[in-house]
């Protein structure tokens, strides 16, 4: 029977099932962090239980740091202590971590990708709901709660139930300006902020295939905010270009071998999904968001929706989000005052995002009501960056160039966006104070973050490529 | 986790669609290492903001079944939010329906997670207002009753139910399939292309 590559990955990994029963699900591949983690090490050290798979597991420190240069320092006695439980229980179950200045640290879903780790056909977890990134790889990749994330640190295993299956035809193809990230948007807007609930995702069409491995992983990491707990994009040649000699990818023959076995995941001619959705990209514009949540968004060029226009569910949300960001229905998102810019995260902090703002931001200068702040995803993303010079770039057009973490992208750690301050960002949510307490948030992909920096209103980066 | 059986108690409403965890608590107040204390930040940026916001309510204070719109707890995976509400004395939501890992991690903590319709649901926002609506919610019957005795059967995982019911770990069940899962590791291995040593 015709599978998909969901099914096939599911089928894969069901240790067992019985009526009545979850399956019980092999990970492949977890992930950890400070914040979700140490419950989950308590549990094992109160059971007396050690790690079944260590070599399957690996941590980082990305959410609770500051990204100052001298971020060792970090003022926050709850978050140090945080940040030094994850090194202690590391080294008490032997866990390798990935440590501030190892040349390895970064943001847990920058990082496993460019260590070579994230590979297709695998099951991944990790305690964040952006472990849907690794989808790109091929991978079923999800977050988890930190109960377990015990559970995959004691046995390797989680209970699931098998997902419904969606598939996206991302049709057409971007114009110039347009990326990833909008067309992430434009189906969060078009399915709505739940449309994906109990769902997996294939994205697929033949906008997909041509998308690099950085917009594959914009693309999977938003799948979350449309609900879907994962979203995948079947292995090719773009796959296996990016992850040949990545440092823990297999090399020689095993790397043949492995090829082969990750062809195998591809989805079969005529197998069906649960769910079937367009988009299609041709006509898409740069997306932005105007409210309080990921389905809250437009093209550039549209006017704020006029709320009697939404469906009566959405009213009563829409309008609250409305006095929150303090824009009016019916009138234009292009041209909004904003006070800061943000470019960094795990949806949009890796080099090729660096490299179109530092393509946009060359010889100019960030305007003076503006602070901008560009984090990279990751310190190989910084050395690389740095390599190619875009540091200077940032430098000279008056940006704040930092050391990698989540930073402003969950108000969680120093970097914070004041209250009452409007921020236009790279990162993935825009929910009220997400990135710190009173802050407007609007989403939109790294290039309209620069352009808007540079002009210091919200503005649309196609007019830089014509 | 704590087992749950049946409550009487009375309902706080919500009446907002997609609440996300970020809103339930915020990420400024995850930096401890424990499961405990969460509870008094439970949506403290809507308390802060809203005086009238129902937690601020003395009427709702011993509230401890609260009712929602769709697609409750959305948006980050972090199991502090079942955390926050269990602390803040909240045993059972009950919505149209809830994101998927939020619905995972209220199960693992004994947070009872209950879907109705969302017209029955309206309505009980509607008469929960007065701080004086008490419901009974029975786990074991999987029925919802109001004060009218007015009975609504609800869908409820069985095993799920049984774990609930029972204060029985999760954990527990997977430990027991050891050997089960070591056989089977062993031969997914051979197609594992990596160590993170």
Known sequence: MAKNIIEK????????????????????????HEVTSAQAFDELRQRGIKVAEPQHCVATIDHSIPTRKDRENIYDEKAK??????????????????????GKQGIVHVVGPEMGLTQPGMTIVCGDSHTATHGAFGAMAFGVGTTEVGHVLATGCILQKKPKTMRVNFNGALKPGVYAKDAALALIAKIGIGGANGHVIEYAGEAARKMSMEARMTVSNMSIECGARAGIFAPDQITYDYLKNKPHAPSGEEWDRAAQYWDSFVTDEGATFDLEVEIDLDRLDPMITWGTNPEQGMMIGENVPNISELPKTHRLVAEKALAYTGLKQGEPIEGTKIDWAFIGSCTNGRIEDFRVAAEILKGKKIAENVTCYLVPGSEAVKKQAEDEGLDKIFIEAGADWRMPGCSMCLGMNDDKVPGGMRCISSSNRNFVGRQGTGSITHLASPAMVAVSAIEGKIANPVKFFN | MQAFTKITAKVIPLPLKDVDTDMIIPAQYLTSISKEGYGENLFIRLKQEQPDFPFNQDKFADAQILV??????????????????????????????????????????????????????????VDAENGNYEITVDLEAQTVILPDNTSYKFNFDPFRKECILNGYEELDFLLAKSDEIGQFKEERDKNLFFSTK
């Not at chain 1, 202590?81 to 190892?102: A, H, W």
């Open chain 2, 68 to 125: 929602a719109k769709s697609n409750f707890g959305c948006g980050s995976s972090r199991e502090h939010a079942a955390w926050a509400i269990l602390g803040a004395g909240i045993r059972v939501v009950i919505a149209p329906g809830f994101a998927d890992i939020f619905f995972n991690n209220s199960a693992k903590n004994g947070l009872v997670l209950v879907e109705l319709d969302a017209e029955v649901i309206n309505g009980m926002l």
């Open chain 1, 81 to 102: 202590t945080q940040i030094v439980t994850l090194r202690n229980n590391c080294e008490e179950f032997g866990i390798p971590l990935l440590d501030l200045n190892s």
């Open chain 1, 9 to 32: 990955i599911w089928d894969l990994h069901v240790v067992s099932e019985k009526e009545g029963q979850p399956a019980v699900f092999a990970i492949d591949l977890q992930l950890m």
